[in-house]
Structures are given as C-alpha cells and as structure tokens.
C-alpha cells in the first residue's frame, strides 16, 4: 500500500493570497509529481522531479513553483492565487527503477478554492 | 493526436450487469499500462500494471487484459460499491517515465 500524504486536504482563500501544498512520501521514491484535474476531466501534469535538487515543469503552463530540498518533501507553491487556479491537485510518487517499479502512486488530493 | 483514449466516457449498469471498458492507445513501444480507480474528489487508486500482450491480472470482480493496442478492464456481476471513474494510463518504451493517463471511464452501478 501506498504511503502518500498531501496537506491540506481542502483550502479556500482569497486572491492574491501565497499558499504552498505539501505532499510527503515515506517510500523513498525518487520521483514525484504534481498533476491538476478539475472535475470530470484528465490529469494535466504540471511539475515533477527525478531526484533531490531536480524539478522540470509539465505540460500544463502553471503559474507555480516547487522544490525538491529532501526525497520525501515535494511541496508546490501558488505566490499569488488566482480564480483560475481553482482545481484539484494531485501528488504522485514513483519508484521508477525498473520495469515492475514504475507504477505512480498517488496521494488523496487537496481540493483549492480561490475566491 | 490522443495516445490514450478511453471508451466509453460513461456506463450506466444494474447490479450483477457484467460489461467492460476499454482502453485503446497509440505508442510505438509499450512499458507499462495502468488502471486506476478514482473515487469522486480523492486520488487514483492503483489497481493494476499490465507490461506484455496476453497478460491478464485479477483483483476480487476486475480483470483486466492486455493486447498489442488496447486494454479491456471487464467488471464481473458489479456492485454499486464499484461505482468509480476507472482511469487507464500508458507508458512508453524507451521514453520518459512519465505514463499519459486516458480521460476515464465513468461507471455508475444501480442497485
């Protein structure tokens, strides 16, 4: 079973506002990920990392930043919400060693709400 | 030009109706398919990893197969418990790691 954890699981705040959404893992996955999915729809990625001290931007343009300081840490942050950014966020882990190992786990969501 | 298309978007079925959803996709090489159960407004719970043709994997009413262009995850005498979207994702051979995921599959199961 997976052990993928993302804080808050729900958040409203008003625009302008500077929020990060924290996701841990305690597999020692070396690669994580951040998907956003608004409802009914498919998972757009919009950031992930292969290891500590890499991140690569996704193919959904994203006014979002993360970091990669500790392999369990992945937290992504929002420096100034928009009503745009309304959406679920999704966190993943991978152990990507090999074939057998490429499975993405996710975490259980946090769902933004900027007002 | 979708990698991953999923069909049908939704399925309405009774209880102990049997039927499958299928997932179809375009790489050139195939790593590695995956199902994923969603639940409304939580994260995709894995279900199964799927690597060769004619590989099949079984968990409690869900079995799903794998040919060279398409996945079938067939639902045996469904209850309204396995009422979920199911999400198929494919991941290509000798490319990122990263899987492209299909829209899902929508299944409402009626008592």
Redesign the interface.
């Known amino acids: 079973e ?1 052990d993928i954890y ?1 804080t808050p699981r729900y958040l409203v705040i008003g625009t302008g506002k500077k929020i990060t959404l924290e996701c841990s893992q305690t597999m020692g996955h070396d ?1 994580m ?1 951040w998907y956003q999915q608004d409802p ?4 757009h ?1 919009i950031h ?1 990392s ?1 290891g500590v001290n890499s991140t690569e931007k ?1 193919d959904l343009s994203s006014e979002s930043t993360v970091s990669r300081i500790r392999t369990e840490h992945f937290p992504l942050t929002l420096e100034s919400a928009r009503p745009s950014h309304t959406s ?1 966020y ?3 882990s ?1 152990n ?1 060693q090999g ?2 190992e ?8 946090t ?1 933004l709400t900027v007002l | 030009e979708d990698q991953v298309t999923q069909s049908p978007e939704a399925l309405r079925l009774q209880e102990g109706e049997s039927s499958s959803l299928n997932c179809s996709y375009t790489v050139s090489g195939l ?2 398919l ?1 199902w ?1 159960r969603q639940d409304p ?6 279900l199964f ?1 799927l ?1 060769s043709a004619g590989e099949e994997k079984e968990k409690e009413r869900l079995k799903a197969t794998l040919t060279k262009k398409e996945s079938f995850l067939h639902i045996t005498a469904p209850k309204p418990e396995d009422s979920a979207t199911y ?1 198929c ?1 494919v ?1 290509e051979a000798g490319g990122s ?3 492209t ?4 599959t ?1 299944l409402i199961v009626h008592p």
């Open positions: 997976a993302q690669k990920y009914g729809m498919e998972l990625l992930y292969y996704g679920q999704l966190c993943a991978q990507g074939v057998g490429d499975t993405q786990y996710f975490g259980p969501g769902r | 790593r590695g995956f994923y407004g939580k994260g995709p719970e894995f990893t690597y999400l994702a991941q790691y990263i899987p995921f299909g829209r899902g929508s």
